[in-house]
């Protein structure tokens, strides 16, 4: 279909929730996140473009109509035409050029994405953690390498908008070898936690990593990307929520986690320093 046509039946299907809805343009225009002037320019057709993937959703969601249909993609408005999307299960795949994970920040590219990752954030990685870390987990060593590099270009887009939240006590059992990592030679444990404050003062504030106390929150990891959808991981697949609501709920956990924070963002790389400093060699 067309982009003038797509446009213009989106037009006339919000024309129609604001009829249903009884509100003048600018109570309307309040309800679904956007000011009363881009509200008239849409309805006018003075423009094809269609608003922000998160607007179209908000939408839908206070409108209780399907995304098809408010896309004219389908003549069904009832929601039921998307429940089946609402929860998916993704695997894992080797290459992240190839995969889901690289789509979906793709899609998310000038939203905030935020994130609680299962160990050292993939993007601080060095390549020494990663072998290792690949070979007491049987996985794809060069495939994660990609992966972490990919995560470093897109940090580094001005666009760019990711907030990460972790426990501070993982940085601190990483740094003395401890759990997992007994077997990551001090030396190269100290050179990962410089590796990571080198990149967080390099990254930020387009990264930013937060430590929170994790003795007052607890979090399985997760990744929020924008108002589009939220991916929980669970070991190699990927939980997958695309409805506000679950999403929305994500948010505030996350926000909950920040409240937690110990360590803000623009003393990480400074705490990492001082870790580094404490790596004692073995004897």
């Keep these: 279909m067309d982009k003038r046509d797509v446009s213009a039946l989106f037009r006339e299907r919000l024309k129609a929730l604001l009829l249903r809805s009884g509100l003048n343009q600018s109570t309307f225009a309040g309800t679904i996140g956007i000011d009363r002037s881009a509200l008239s320019q849409i309805l006018s057709g003075a423009t094809t473009r269609l608003p922000r993937a998160e607007t179209l959703m908000t939408i839908a969601d206070r409108h209780k109509v399907s995304l098809d249909w408010l896309l004219g993609l389908s003549q069904d408005e009832v929601v039921t035409g998307e429940i089946r999307d ?33 160990g050292i954030p993939d993007l601080l990685r060095t390549q020494e953690l990663v072998d290792y870390e690949a070979g007491i987990s049987h996985r794809d060593a060069e495939a994660q390498a990609n ?123 400074s705490y990492a320093r001082n870790l580094a400093s404490m790596v004692v060699d073995e004897t």
């Design 86 to 118: 609402m929860m998916e299960i993704e695997e894992g795949v080797s290459g992240y050029g190839e995969s889901f994970m690289a789509r979906w920040y793709a899609e998310a590219a000038g939203m905030k994405v935020r994130y609680v990752p299962a």
């Design 147 to 269: 992966e972490a590099r990919n995560r470093i270009d897109y940090n580094r887009r001005p666009e760019t908008d990711m907030e990460a939240c972790m426990p501070r006590h993982t940085l601190e059992i990483f740094a003395r070898g401890r759990g997992i990592w007994s077997g990551f030679p001090a030396a190269q444990r100290r050179r990962q936690l410089l590796h990571m404050a080198t990149l967080l003062e390099e990254l930020y504030p387009a990264f930013r990593l937060i430590l929170y106390d994790g003795r007052q929150r607890y979090s399985v990891p997760y990744t929020i990307f924008g108002s589009l959808r939220a991916a929980i991981y669970v070991g190699d697949m990927y939980l997958v929520l695309n409805a506000p609501t679950p999403i929305s709920m994500l948010t505030r956990h996350f926000d909950n986690l920040i409240r937690a924070a110990v360590v803000h963002a623009h003393d990480t790389a």
